[in-house]
């Protein structure tokens, strides 16, 4: 697939992904529900992934189908810094049945550890 004969209008959505075996995964995109190897523009997605200009590499490059077959694995191999917000706050609230305060929360954890 040739992703620069697409027009932006045209991608309905693009998630990240990685795929293959444990330990050997290489990065790919869904868009439009199929599954695309990047691996041939991008080395994996990591903090140098993102702040550079690899999303207009993805746009340009020409593409390989992934088969639907394929494992998927995590969509970042080594996050350093998560982040998550509790939009589902509510919910858990009730479910632990414990009181709900009508606030969204976003908790960071940054990584401790060896790299």
């Known amino acids: 697939m040739n992703i620069g004969e697409i027009s932006v209008k045209k991608i ?4 990240l992904i990685r795929f293959g075996q444990p330990d050997s995964e290489k990065p790919g995109v869904i868009i439009n529900y199929k599954r695309y190897d990047v691996s041939h523009l991008v080395a994996d997605y990591n903090e140098d992934f993102f702040s550079g200009d690899a999303l207009k ?3 340009a ?3 390989p ?3 639907g ?3 998927l694995g995590t969509p970042l191999a080594r996050p350093s810094k998560l982040i998550c917000v509790g939009l589902n706050y509510k919910d858990h609230a009730a479910e632990t049945n414990t009181p709900y305060s009508g606030r969204t929360y ?9 790299r």
Do not use: P
């Open 12 to 15: 309905l959505s693009m998630k």
């Open 57 to 59: 590499n993805i746009e």
């Open 61 to 63: 490059g020409n593409l």
């Open 65 to 67: 189908e992934v088969s």
């Open 69 to 71: 077959e394929e494992r």
């Open 106 to 114: 976003i908790v960071s954890q940054g990584y401790v550890g060896n």
